[in-house]
């Protein structure tokens, strides 16, 4: 069984267009994140949502928006897509446990690779 | 943010022990120190993590030092499947903080 899931694996779209990729976990975790991997391969973190409430939403566009519908589901929708959003972007979960104060593991899904043209 | 400094390559021959250091000079107390790695075309994958006290598991061992400004990734016995890179982070108690570095890329010989 797959923990975490993204669909599509592959995104190849134009200019100006608005996407949406899917990110669903069966971990029972009730933390959710999303990460962009650029050309570089630096790993950035975008956003985060706790129990379906946003936690972290770094620099990132308005164009991006990610959508929470229950805790297993953490989906991000891109609109007016740009040539700079191109890259390979990641969907992660963990469970946060308070107490835990930074021991938590994320699990990662395989990724999405988005081009944009 | 508390940042880490790894370097960016490193090589070992097959079912060699591999040191992979990193460097967290501004870590402060509550900080954990997290290891990821990330095999080629997939996304990352949890390796160990401590916070004051050497841990081992199943996949390696962290060695850190006494005051905390340094860690080290130990493979006991390095694979062709341990080529990857890996990801030295700190995570606080902010515990939305989590930043990957530029990692070091490990090559291994057979």
């Known amino acids: 069984d797959t923990a975490v899931s993204q669909t599509p694996k592959y995104l190849v779209t134009q200019m100006g267009n608005d996407k949406s990729i899917k990110c669903e976990q069966n971990?029972?975790?009730?933390?959710m994140y999303w990460y962009k991997q650029d050309s570089k391969k630096f790993l950035k973190i975008m956003f985060s949502?706790?129990?379906?409430?946003?936690?972290i939403n770094e620099t990132v566009p308005n164009r991006f928006s990610p959508k929470s519908p229950d805790k297993a589901h953490l989906n991000l929708h891109i609109n007016s897509l740009e040539l700079g959003d191109s890259a390979v972007y990641f969907c992660?979960?963990?469970?946060?446990?308070?107490?835990?104060?930074?021991?938590?593991?994320?699990?990662f899904g395989p990724g999405t690779r988005l081009t944009v043209l | 943010d508390a940042k880490t400094t790894q370097p960016n390559s490193m090589e070992s021959n097959e079912e060699e022990p591999v040191h992979l250091p990193c460097n967290h000079s501004?870590?402060?107390?509550?900080?954990?120190i997290h290891w990821y790695r990330q095999l080629p075309s997939q996304g990352p994958e949890y390796v160990i993590h401590?916070?004051?006290s050497n841990v081992n598991n199943r996949m390696a061992s962290l060695a850190i030092a006494e005051d905390r400004k340094s860690s080290t990734l130990i493979l006991h016995r390095a694979t062709l499947r341990d080529a990857a890179v890996y990801y030295c982070?700190?995570?606080?108690?902010?515990?939305?903080?989590?930043?990957f570095g530029s990692g070091t890329k490990l090559n291994v010989k057979p």
């Open positions: 982070i700190l995570r606080g108690y902010n515990f939305n903080k989590f930043y």
């Open positions: 401590g916070l004051t």
């Open positions: 971990l029972g975790h009730d933390t």
């Open positions: 501004t870590i402060s107390g509550t900080d954990y």
């Open positions: 992660a979960s963990s469970q946060e446990i308070e107490a835990s104060g930074g021991a938590d593991e994320q699990f």
């Open positions: 949502y706790n129990n379906k409430e946003l936690i």
